[in-house]
């Protein structure tokens, strides 16, 4: 069964330092992955998908992650972490024989100035 | 403008009063579902449609109903509502299935069942 985990339920920063969001995921064969974001009182924005093209994934908003089949892993991470980064980020994994994806509990970025 | 909407985004209701919560979409995507987001278990698929007149369950569907009898409108039934589902939520849709497919989400609406 397919699952997905994200590590961290908050996560705090200062504006201009890097960000790193963990996600590992549980797939019987090679998983679709994607990164949404929240931000308050709005619904999710695809940030980045993978698809079993390159490992490095570049998304909006100048976000990447990176598959590592190795580690069941696909972190999002931006170099420099801007105010308007501040929201909810979702890991999710669509599922291998069923028409449904499965989404991670989620972690609230914090930005601080 | 490409969009899912949603109404209403909010609802303060009671215990078995049958409610109807509208989803639209302009993009002529044929799949369509149904999301209820709760603090620390993200989202949970309701239920979804893979084209008119085909629906499915998804993870928690008991205590819903919804019909898809036109491709654009997928409207969220609670027949006789209950507190366990105040809850934030989304309607979502994309061309064909998900697989590779971006999901585009309505903006949300927040149940609350007294």
């Known amino acids: 069964a397919q699952s997905v985990t994200q590590l961290d339920s908050h996560v705090s920063v200062s504006e201009g330092t890097p960000v790193l969001l963990r996600c590992n995921y549980s797939s019987s064969y090679s998983p679709s992955l994607f990164w949404y974001v929240q931000h308050p009182n709005k619904g999710l924005q695809l940030l980045l998908k993978?698809?079993?093209?390159?490992?490095l994934v570049k998304g909006i908003n100048g976000f990447e992650a990176e598959f590592k089949k190795s580690e069941t892993s696909f972190h999002l991470t931006k170099p420099s972490a801007h105010m308007s980064d501040a929201a909810e980020y979702f890991c999710v994994v669509a599922s291998d024989n069923t028409d449904k994806l499965i989404f991670g509990t989620g972690t609230r970025l914090q930005v601080f100035p | 403008e490409a969009q899912v909407t949603q109404n209403p985004r909010y609802l303060i209701t009671v215990t078995g009063k049958k409610l109807t919560v509208t989803c639209s979409q302009n993009?002529?995507?044929?799949?369509m579902s149904w999301y209820r987001q709760d603090p620390g278990l993200g989202l949970r698929q309701i239920y979804y449609s893979m084209n008119v007149e085909v629906t499915d369950k998804g993870d928690v569907p008991e205590g819903y109903k919804v019909s898809r009898k036109e491709k654009r409108n997928f409207p969220l039934i609670l027949e006789s509502p209950s507190p366990n589902q105040t809850s934030l939520y989304f309607c979502?849709?994309?061309?064909?299935?998900?697989?590779?497919?971006?999901?585009?989400f309505g903006d949300g609406t927040r149940l609350s069942i007294l």
């Open positions: 993978y698809t079993s093209a390159a490992t």
């Open positions: 993009m002529n995507h044929e799949y």
């Open positions: 979502a849709s994309s061309l064909m299935g998900f697989d590779n497919q971006p999901q585009h």
